[in-house]
Structure formats: structure tokens, C-alpha cells
């Protein structure tokens, strides 16, 4: 019988983000909606899917051996896990999510201080009191099922949030006051899990695997023939060029070079490279970047 190991993955705004990630690490994940454990092509793996909020706390139990969850939520469970390692991705951009603290844009309230006997409505209750109790204000906490924001206007004091780019606030007319807790997805293990052998092997390779499609998501491959005669110059001019790969040609006096660079600077570069002397200019997407 082959060993397994019990992978949770996120259900909800974070799922499709995860699993097309997983895909590009090489494992293909495939959810029914009539089954709560999707396919995967990996004998070794078990794959779950949980509510974010709720991984942490099946990790920390053993009833998975590893899963990947916000940090947020580590935090709001007071959950004791393994942190393997931290992954820039999520459902919109690749930006870190915030908890934020806020009011309508007309209130009266400025900082943490002025909340004092005042009501707020979040869905990390833990995490606002914790807080609240650092600042030494005294406030009513209360755990918000849903439409958080509008409840900011008619129903609470303030409210303590999720964003990642604050335009869904804003459009709400809603001020943010304070940040309460930067988050990013992470990998995280059971300690018991982490302490077995062939559990920890198979982690960190599912780690190293995600981070390395995550690192080829913002590069990109480039290849180009240039004569020999110039590429002292080229290399001395575009610094992205870095420990590029240089190897003849069976044309003498020529080399091609292969190097990966920052997608976002490939446009600006092209023309560059073209100025000093580069043929056969070709750009390609990558798979994964492992260092």
C-alpha cells in the first residue's frame, strides 16, 4: 500500500487561484462538483478541499498532514503549525491581503482610541479583540456572517475587513482607519507530519515545485544570436543580461546567448538588445524558475 499525504486546499474566493498554481507546479487537480475530494494525478497525494478559515485548524488536529490557508487565519485560530513557506498569490493580484479597520467616510472616528464602547462587526473576531486589548481600548466585538461593509453604515461603528487593493471600500464609501494584520497565503504542516521522514520529503518538494512556478510567473525566457565581436558591449550595457548562458555557433564568429529576465522590462529591452547587434530575438514563457 502506497503511503499518502493529506493535502488541504482552499474552497472559495482562493480555489481556482490554487489549484491553476498547483497545475503549474506540475500537479493537475481535477474537482467534481458532486465529490468533496478532487482528482489528483499523484498517487501519493489526498487531496481536500476546506474552507480556508477551517485549514489551519484541521492541520494543527492531524486530520490533514499540510495545507495551504491565509496567514490570517493561522492567526485568528491560534492554530500551532509548521510554517513551510510563503507563496504571493491570490484570487485578483499578487498583492499581501490587509485587515483593515473602517468607518464611513463621515465618521467621527480617527484611530483605535476612539472606539472605545463602540460596536464592530468582522469575521476575525479573535484577531480584532487581540487588537483592541493591545491598544487598551474596550469595545463589542461581533462576528459578521456577511455584507460586512454595509453594515458599516447602518448596523455597527466600524467594521474590520479583507482587502487587497481597498477599491470595493472605497466604492463603499468607507474610510480605512488602521491595518490590523498584513496576510499572504501560506503552506503550513502538521508538526507531526513535518517530524516524518517521507511526509517532510514530499512537503518540501510540493514547496519547492510552488515556488518555482510562482518565481516563473513574472520572468520569462530570452534567446538570441549575436556576433562575438559584440557582446562584451552587450553584456557590459544591459545589466538584466546576468550570468547569461553563452555557447558557440556553427557559424564562427557568433554565439547565442540564453538568459531569463523580468517579464515587465522585456519590452524596453527588446530594442536595446536589437540596437547592439542581437538576430533571432526570441522571448518564451516559463514553466517553473528553481534556484
Not at 467534481?32 to 485548524?57: C, G, M, N
Not at 493580484?93 to 485587515?99: I, V
Not at 482587502?163 to 480605512?176: D, Q
Request: proline fraction near 3%; charged fraction near 30%; glycine fraction near 6%.
Amino acid at each position: 500500500m502506497s503511503k499518502k499525504l493529506k493535502f488541504g486546499l482552499p474552497k472559495g474566493s482562493l480555489q481556482d487561484a490554487t489549484i491553476e498554481k498547483m497545475a503549474k507546479a506540475g500537479f493537475n487537480i481535477s474537482v467534481s462538483s458532486r465529490s468533496y475530494v478532487p482528482y489528483v494525478d499523484d498517487d501519493e497525494l489526498e487531496i481536500r478541499l476546506i474552507r480556508a478559515q477551517e485549514i489551519s485548524r484541521y492541520v494543527e488536529h492531524g486530520y490533514l498532514d499540510c495545507g495551504i490557508t491565509g496567514h490570517d487565519w493561522v492567526v485568528e485560530n491560534g492554530s500551532m503549525v509548521h510554517e513551510v513557506g510563503e507563496f504571493l498569490f491570490s484570487k485578483a493580484t499578487r498583492q499581501p491581503a490587509r485587515w483593515v479597520l473602517c468607518v464611513p467616510e463621515n465618521s467621527k472616528i480617527k484611530s483605535v482610541k476612539d472606539l472605545k464602547g463602540k460596536r464592530i462587526a468582522t469575521e476575525v473576531v479573535n484577531l480584532t479583540k487581540k487588537y483592541l486589548k493591545k491598544n487598551g481600548v474596550k469595545a463589542e466585538v461581533e462576528f459578521s456572517w456577511g455584507a460586512t461593509e454595509m453594515k458599516a453604515h447602518e448596523l455597527v461603528d466600524a467594521i474590520v475587513e479583507l482587502t487587497e487593493t481597498g477599491s470595493s471600500l472605497r466604492a463603499n464609501k468607507l474610510r480605512i482607519v488602521d491595518t490590523l494584520l498584513t496576510s499572504t497565503p501560506r503552506l503550513i504542516a502538521n508538526q507531526a507530519a513535518w517530524k516524518d521522514k517521507w511526509k517532510r520529503q514530499k512537503i518540501e518538494t510540493l514547496a519547492m515545485l510552488l515556488k518555482g512556478a510562482l518565481e516563473a510567473e513574472a520572468k520569462v525566457g530570452l534567446k538570441m544570436n549575436i556576433a562575438e565581436k559584440n557582446l562584451a558591449k552587450l553584456l557590459r550595457e544591459l545589466p538584466a543580461l546576468r550570468n547569461p548562458t553563452i555557447s558557440s555557433l556553427s557559424l564562427k564568429g557568433w554565439v547565442a546567448v540564453e538568459t531569463i529576465i523580468d517579464e515587465h522590462v522585456v519590452r524596453e529591452l527588446i530594442p536595446q538588445l536589437k540596437a547592439a547587434g542581437a538576430e533571432g530575438i526570441i522571448e518564451y514563457p516559463l514553466n517553473k524558475v528553481v534556484y
